[in-house]
Every structure is written in structure tokens, then in C-alpha cells.
């Protein structure tokens, strides 16, 4: 037998009750990873106006002169734009349930329960462990995606730092 709350058909070992803390739960945490992915998009945000900043306060003093690091400091500059367009891209963020495919979903319920079930139960407890199923594995999917991310985010970082150097060396070393 599968431990309590493991199972690869839903209903085969969690009851009702148990559905219902998994789908609060599952609210919950897809809500702070929406909010954990609006903080790294707004960190991002701020490490891209500050290498903006530095290397328009550099950059037309030290590029004209063909000068080497001046050069290498906008190429880290072009590379954190690109890591934070990267940050700003994904497409496939789970943040709730699609509910405008559940009306289908729905709709085939209650035609099996008019021919198979006319005195069942309403579609609740199927509909709730549907959502709750759902909204986990949005977690599992955008736990994977937001580890990516926070690598990426990692890299801007040190290429701003990378950046705010190789312009210090091109005043230096001028």
C-alpha cells in the first residue's frame, strides 16, 4: 500500500477532507511563487537600471577612446540585459487553475451521472480533487522553472558586478 497522500490515482487514497487541505495548500503556494517570481522580476528590474546607469555615466567617456575594458564593460552590460529578458520571459507560469476548461470537464460528469449515477453526489468532491491535482503539479512545474530562473538571476547579478569592474579598470588604466 502507497503511503498516506501518494498515489497515481488521486482519490485511490486521499479522502475528502484530506483534498480539501491539499487544495489550500496548493492555493497557497502557487500564491507565494507568484509572489517569489514578481520579487525576482522586480530585482532584475533594478539590477538592469543600475547597469543602465553606470554605463551611460562611462560609457561616452570611454568608448570613444577605443578603450578595451570600456568595451568588455558594454558587452556585460548587453549580456544582463539578455539574462533579464530571460527573467521576464516565461510563457508557461502556472499561477491558478484554467477554469474556462473545466466547463467541458463539468459538462462530462454530469452526462456520465445521468445515465450511470442519477442519484449521485454533486461534483464537488470530484471537482475539488480535479483542482486541487491540478494546482500541484502547477507547483511541481513552476518550482523547476523558478530554480532556472533564480540561476539566471544569479549570473545578472555577477555581470553587473562584472560590468561596474571593467569600468573602474577603464578609468584606471587609462
Known amino acids: 500500500m502507497l503511503p498516506r497522500g501518494q498515489s497515481d490515482v488521486w482519490g485511490t487514497v486521499l479522502g475528502m477532507a484530506e483534498f480539501d487541505v491539499l487544495l489550500e495548500q496548493a492555493r497557497l503556494q502557487v500564491s507565494q511563487q507568484e509572489a517569489s517570481l514578481d520579487t525576482l522580476r522586480t530585482r532584475s528590474t ?21 578603450d578595451i575594458w570600456g568595451y568588455l564593460a558594454i558587452v556585460a552590460f548587453a549580456v544582463t540585459v539578455i539574462t533579464g529578458t530571460i527573467i521576464f520571459w516565461p510563457r ?7 477554469l474556462g476548461d473545466y466547463q467541458d470537464w463539468i459538462d462530462e460528469r454530469r452526462e456520465w451521472r445521468k445515465q450511470y449515477d442519477p442519484d449521485g453526489a454533486d461534483l464537488t468532491e470530484p471537482l475539488t480533487e480535479e483542482i486541487a491535482g491540478t494546482l500541484v503539479l502547477a507547483y511541481v512545474n513552476n518550482r523547476v522553472r523558478y530554480g532556472h530562473l533564480a540561476v539566471v538571476y544569479a549570473l545578472q547579478c555577477s555581470l553587473l558586478g ?10 584606471l588604466i587609462r
Open 46 to 66: 533594478a539590477i538592469l537600471s543600475i547597469g543602465g546607469v553606470v554605463a551611460a555615466l562611462f560609457a561616452p567617456h570611454y568608448l570613444h577612446k577605443g
Open 92 to 98: 508557461e507560469w502556472a499561477v491558478g487553475v484554467p
Open 162 to 171: 562584472i560590468e561596474v569592474v571593467l569600468w573602474v579598470l577603464a578609468v
